[in-house]
């Protein structure tokens, strides 16, 4: 199993070999310190914990800066457990995209787009009433009659109503990895990945 913490840096196409033009989702992955080897005897468990992305001492507190101390590494802005890592790595090591190859399928996760506070027409795509009548006429983008009659006299549970959009953790599996660029640590993903441009995304090649 390989894994990495990336940032989503947006998408664009490219043309392969036969002229297919593809989709792709440009990724910085990498790289990532190895930062604690987690085993059974000490944590109970067995994880390796990895980080990603440069930040300033000063912005961290004193229990992260002696966590980064006792690494023996640079603070980083994000860190990420994996259970399934080989943890025959040593911390301090640098894990890079070479754990994979064109070609390989891989899982993303990341967190989706918030949308915050969205009617029933966005969030799930009701058509809108129109000049039709569904206990209401005035307002084609309300959800209408949302209750029954006298049996059972209540709303159901689960019930697709306005509410709070996004902003959940996504994964996507099956991913092909369509070109890797070591010297800029750049991952061609086909198709489109979860988050926002510059989110954090994890790949996970099992």
Same mark, same amino acid.
């Given at each position: 199993?390989?894994?990495?913490?990336?940032?989503?840096?947006?998408?664009?196409?490219?043309?392969?070999?036969?002229?297919?033009?593809?989709?792709?989702?440009?990724?910085?992955?990498?790289?990532?310190?190895?930062?604690?080897?987690?085993?059974?005897?000490?944590?109970?468990?067995?994880?390796?914990?990895?980080?990603?992305?440069?930040?300033?001492?000063?912005?961290?507190?004193?229990?992260?800066?002696?966590?980064?101390?006792?690494?023996?590494?640079?603070? !980083? *802005?994000? &860190?990420?457990?994996?259970?399934?890592? $080989?943890? +025959?790595?040593?911390?301090?090591?640098?894990?890079? @995209?070479? #754990?994979?190859?064109?070609?390989?399928?891989?899982?993303?996760?990341?967190?989706?787009?918030?949308?915050?506070?969205?009617?029933?027409?966005?969030?799930?795509?009701?058509?809108?009433?129109?000049?039709?009548?569904?206990?209401?006429?005035?307002?084609?983008?309300?959800?209408?009659?949302?209750?029954?009659?006298?049996?059972?006299?209540?709303?159901?549970?689960?019930?697709?109503?306005?509410?709070?959009?996004?902003?959940?953790?996504?994964? !996507? *599996?099956? &991913?092909?990895?369509?070109?890797?660029? $070591?010297? +800029?640590?750049?991952?061609?993903?086909?198709?489109? @990945?979860? #988050?926002?441009?510059?989110?954090?995304?994890?790949?996970?090649?099992?």
């Amino acid at each position: 199993m390989s894994a990495l913490l990336g940032k989503k840096l947006g998408m664009t196409s490219i043309f392969n070999d036969k002229g297919d033009h593809i989709p792709v989702t440009v990724i910085e992955a990498g790289p990532c310190p190895v930062v604690q080897i987690k085993t059974i005897e000490t944590d109970g468990y067995t994880a390796v914990q990895i980080g990603f992305g440069e930040i300033a001492s000063r912005k961290i507190n004193q229990p992260q800066t002696g966590h980064f101390q006792k690494a023996g590494i640079d603070p !980083v *802005r994000h &860190l990420k457990e994996f259970r399934h890592l $080989p943890t +025959t790595l040593s911390v301090g090591e640098i894990l890079t @995209v070479d #754990g994979f190859q064109k070609g390989d399928k891989v899982v993303v996760s990341g967190t989706g787009k918030g949308r915050g506070f969205q009617g029933v027409v966005k969030r799930h795509h009701f058509g809108g009433v129109g000049m039709a009548t569904h206990g209401q006429s005035d307002r084609p983008r309300a959800p209408g009659s949302i209750g029954s009659s006298s049996y059972p006299s209540r709303v159901f549970k689960g019930l697709r109503m306005a509410g709070r959009m996004g902003g959940k953790r996504i994964t !996507v *599996r099956n &991913l092909e990895i369509i070109e890797i660029m $070591p010297d +800029t640590n750049i991952i061609l993903v086909k198709g489109n @990945v979860p #988050g926002a441009i510059n989110s954090l995304v994890e790949i996970v090649k099992h």
